[in-house]
C-alpha cells in the first residue's frame, strides 16, 4: 500500500476500534488509507462485561481482535508512551517509531490510583475474582461508588455469592441509579446495603455520618475514572484531568492531524456537555472520529459532532436488568419511573451488550460502509450530519 495515507490509532478500546474499521478499506475517489491500531491488550476487552468477570459468573471478556478489526488494520501490541506531533510519530514502550499522516487519539480510561480491586480492565477483575471467590461465607464486601458500574458489581456479586454481605458506599445520595426506584427495590431484595460516605483509598476504611468502621473483607473501587497522562505528557492541550482538550469536530485546536474519541476526549462545546464516559459514547465518537479524517481527505468539511441517547441500562444480576428512557441530552424522559425493570429490562440489557459488539465486527465486516447493522438502533442526534448516539 506504498503512498497510503498512514492513520495511527492510539488504543483498541470500543473508540480506537469502531475508528480503525471505519477508516479501513478502500473507496471511490478516496486516497487508499492504512491504518495501524496500537494497544497493549492481547485480545479486545468487552469492558461492559467486567463486572460479571469479577462476579466469577463469566469466564473471560476477551475478544480476539480478528472478530472485531478489520483485516487491513495492521495491530501493534505495544503501548503508546509519547506523541511528536511537530514531526507527526508517536513512539511506543518498546521502541518503536510509527510515523502517521493522521492520529486517532483514543486511549480510553482507567480506574484512579488506589490500592482496592477494581473491574476497570481484564487482569484487574480476573484478579478481583480471584480475591472474591478466597472470602469465606460470612465475609464483607464493599463497592465504593454508587453509579452504573458500583451498582452492576453489587449486584452480580450478591447474585454469584449471597453468602457475603455486600454493601454499596456513595459519597452523595442519591446517585442517578438509585434515584430509580425498580433500581432501589432490586437492592432490597438481594440485601445489598446502601451507605452515603467516605471510603480510604488505602486502608478501605469507611466513614460515614455514623461514625468509622474498619474495612470489609474486600473493597472493590469504582468511584470514578482516570486517563492516562499520554497527551499532557506529549505537549498536547489537555483539561486538568488529563484529557485531550478538542473541539466540534474532536480536532485539537491548531492542529487538524489529530482527533480524539473515547474516554480521554473531552469535547470543548455547549453540545456535547452531555457527554458521559461510556460504550455508548465512546462508539459513535470513534465513528465521527474517523468521519472526519475521512472528510479532510476528500477535502470536504469537518462536520460537528452530534450525538444523543435514548436508553441508559443497567445489569441487576440474575439476568434482572433496568432500561431508562432519556432524553438526547442523557437526562431522564418522563421521570425516573419510565423505565422496563426485573427479566424484561435484563433482556433489553443483554440485548443492547450484544448489540454493541455487533456493531464493531460488521463494521469489521463491510469496509466503506457507513451503515449501521439490523438491531438495536442509535438514537439520532439533535439534527445535523454528526455521529449518531447509541443506546447507552
Keep these: 500500500m506504498s503512498g497510503a495515507v498512514r492513520v495511527v490509532v492510539v488504543g483498541g478500546g470500543y473508540a480506537g476500534v469502531m475508528a480503525a474499521d471505519r477508516l479501513s ?43 472485531v478489526l478489520h483485516p487491513d488494520v495492521e495491530r501493534v501490541q505495544d ?5 511528536d506531533a511537530a514531526a507527526r510519530a508517536v513512539v511506543t514502550g518498546r521502541g518503536r517509531r510509527l510515523g502517521y499522516d493522521h492520529l486517532v487519539y483514543a486511549v480510553g480510561s482507567g480506574e484512579a490510583p488506589t490500592t482496592a480491586s477494581s473491574v476497570t480492565n481484564a487482569t484487574a477483575a480476573a484478579a478481583t475474582r480471584e480475591e472474591i471467590a478466597a472470602l469465606a461465607p460470612g465475609g464483607t464486601v464493599t463497592v465504593v461508588g454508587a453509579g452504573a458500574t458500583g451498582v452492576e458489581v453489587a449486584c452480580a456479586l450478591a447474585v454469584a455469592r449471597a453468602d457475603l454481605e455486600v454493601t454499596l458506599v456513595t459519597a452523595s445520595s442519591p446517585t442517578t441509579p438509585l434515584r430509580r426506584p425498580a433500581v432501589a427495590r432490586r437492592l432490597g431484595r438481594l440485601g445489598i446495603g446502601v451507605e452515603v460516605g467516605v471510603v480510604h483509598p488505602v486502608t478501605g476504611a469507611v466513614s460515614t455520618a455514623g461514625g468509622r468502621r474498619a474495612a470489609a473483607s474486600a473493597t472493590i473501587w469504582t ?12 505537549g498536547l492541550p489537555t483539561t486538568g484531568d488529563g484529557r485531550l482538550l478538542v473541539d466540534a469536530t474532536l480536532t485539537v485546536r491548531g492542529d487538524e492531524r489529530i482527533v480524539a474519541a473515547g ?18 459514547t465512546a462508539i459513535p465518537l470513534g465513528a465521527h472520529a474517523a468521519d472526519v479524517v475521512l472528510a479532510r481527505l476528500s477535502g470536504a468539511s469537518a462536520p460537528r459532532v452530534d450525538v444523543g441517547f435514548l436508553l441508559q441500562c443497567l445489569d441487576l444480576g440474575g439476568g434482572h436488568g433496568h432500561a431508562q428512557l432519556v432524553r438526547p441530552d442523557d437526562g431522564d424522559r418522563w421521570g425516573a419511573r419510565a423505565g422496563l425493570g426485573g427479566h424484561l429490562g435484563g433482556a433489553v440489557k443483554e440485548r443492547v451488550c450484544a448489540a454493541t459488539l455487533s456493531w464493531l465486527t460488521r463494521e469489521a465486516r463491510r469496509p466503506g460502509s457507513h451503515r449501521w447493522p439490523r438491531g438495536p438502533r442509535p438514537v439520532e442526534g439533535r439534527g445535523g450530519d454528526g455521529a449518531r448516539g447509541l443506546l447507552g
Design 263 to 280: 474516554d480521554a476526549a473531552a469535547v470543548d462545546d455547549p453540545g456535547a456537555a452531555h457527554l458521559r464516559m461510556s460504550c455508548a
Design 25 to 67: 478499506g478502500e473507496r471511490a475517489g478516496h486516497p487508499r488509507v492504512r491504518v495501524t491500531l496500537v494497544d497493549p491488550g492481547a485480545r479486545f476487552t468487552e469492558r461492559i462485561r467486567l463486572h460479571q468477570v469479577a462476579a466469577g459468573t463469566r469466564a473471560s471478556a476477551g475478544v480476539a481482535w480478528e472478530e
Design 79 to 83: 503501548r503508546v508512551v509519547g506523541i
Design 223 to 234: 468511584a470514578g475514572l482516570a486517563v492516562p497522562r499520554l497527551a499532557a505528557a506529549s
